[in-house]
């Protein structure tokens, strides 16, 4: 059974870091690509983030050059690392395997990330 544990959500001020983990079971870790979603009130779920099996990255253009993507095999943990924190980012936060439509994509229960002064 696929089990995704996000971890690592908080309230920041805009400006602000945290760094989001994911610890994977279930499947082999080291061979998937993996993703970060995130789904703000109100809104639709969104594609964050991607990283392959050959650790190939891919941003949304909206935190393209804030966020960092990694993963560590020897502990099927993936990373999200937040720089410069919005308040437009601001959401709940999910970590998922594989790539792809959002909406198909198995994910976790999410750590929820707000920014706010």
């Known amino acids: 059974e696929v089990q995704l544990v996000e971890s690592g959500g ?3 001020q805009p400006g602000g ?3 989001l983990s994911c610890v994977a079971s ?3 870790f ?3 690509s993996m993703s970060w979603l995130r789904q703000a009130p109100g809104k639709g779920l969104e ?3 991607s990283i392959d099996n050959n650790d190939y ?3 949304a253009n909206s935190v393209k050059g804030r966020f960092t993507i990694s993963k560590d095999n020897a502990k099927n943990t993936l990373y999200l690392q937040l720089n410069s924190l919005k308040s437009e980012d601001t959401a709940m936060y999910y970590c998922a395997k594989g790539l ?3 909406t198909l994509l198995q994910r976790g229960q999410g750590t929820q ?3 706010s002064s």
């Open 113 to 115: 990330v707000t920014v």
């Open 47 to 49: 594609w964050v983030s």
């Open 100 to 102: 792809g439509n959002p």
């Open 10 to 12: 908080g309230s920041v």
């Open 57 to 59: 990255t891919s941003y």
């Open 30 to 32: 080291s061979t998937n």
């Open 26 to 28: 279930g499947f082999t």
């Open 17 to 19: 870091s945290l760094r």
